[in-house]
Nanobody, 131 residues
């Protein structure tokens, strides 16, 4: 079965850390740019970061740059999102998605917002930052 499966969400206090995993089955994650997105209540889904295919090049939105880190483990066919210094405004459902193209498109607020351009989506993981 071809799919992306996310894990690792939960509740964390402000200033804390959390890691999300995005594991691929049925395809090789290294062949795709993998984007991370989040959707907060009442807000549109936004791209927060991306890791390019076949390289370790990453891109981040201004809201998370310096706090979040994306990495990939090809042996496990998995991409990770490490989130540090979490804030209440980081509360959202987080999604990963595979794109057969470049991160420049994923991170574009117009081009990257079209959900249909992504080959696969994860099911989403809830992250709640609250004291």
């Amino acid at each position: 079965q071809v799919q992306l499966v996310e894990s690792g969400g939960g509740l964390v206090q402000p200033g804390g850390s959390l890691s999300l995993s995005c594991s691929a089955s049925g395809f090789t994650v290294d062949y795709y740019a993998i984007g991370w997105f989040r959707e907060a209540p009442g807000k549109e889904r936004e791209a927060i970061g991306c890791i390019s295919s076949s390289t370790e090049h990453t891109s981040y939105s201004g809201a998370v740059k310096g706090r979040f880190t994306i990495s990939r483990d090809n042996a496990k066919n998995t991409v990770y999102l490490q989130m540090n210094s979490l804030k209440p405004e980081d509360t959202a459902v987080y999604y990963c998605a595979a794109f057969n193209g470049i991160c420049l498109v994923v991170m574009d607020s117009v081009a990257g917002a079209r959900k249909g351009i992504y080959a696969y989506w994860g099911q989403g993981a809830q992250v709640t930052v609250s004291s």
